[in-house]
Nanobody
Framework: QVHLVESGGGSVQAGGSLRLSCASS????????LGWFRQAPGKERERVAH????????YFADSVKGRFTISQDNAKNTMYLQMNSLRPDDTAMYYC????????????????????WGQGTQVTVSS
């Protein structure tokens, strides 16, 4: 059974930083798509960033490029989302997700690639 647990959310002022963690159990990070998604009240879920563990290929939404980074620590089976220069429109529930990928980096673009989801961690940015 695969479990993902997010942590690190909280309330910060605009311009501040947070680092979200996603600890996993039940599998190792070989050939996986790992992603961060967010959903604000009344809005659709949005892909924030993803990484393909085998190649290190990363993607970032335009809204977070240059401010957020995604990384993984294979020894700890943990994925991180470093969020800098936070803005009020970054306020949302953030979810980590993962799924096995034997098809290559492009497969991580498919929403259905992510079959394991965490419970979410709230990020609130005040102006």
């Amino acid at each position: 059974q695969v479990h993902l647990v997010e942590s690190g959310g909280g309330s910060v002022q605009a311009g501040g930083s947070l680092r979200l963690s996603c600890a996993s159990s039940g599998y190792t990070y070989s050939n996986y798509c790992l992603g961060w998604f967010r959903q604000a009240p009344g809005k659709e879920r949005e892909r924030v960033a993803h990484i393909f563990t085998a190649g290190g290929n990363t993607y970032f939404a335009d809204s977070v490029k240059g401010r957020f980074t995604i990384s993984q620590d294979n020894a700890k089976n943990t994925m991180y989302l470093q969020m800098n220069s936070l803005r009020p429109d970054d306020t949302a529930m953030y979810y980590c997700a993962a799924g096995p990928n034997a098809h290559g980096a492009a497969y991580c673009w498919i929403s259905g690639a992510y079959i394991y989801w965490g419970q979410g961690t709230q990020v609130t940015v005040s102006s």
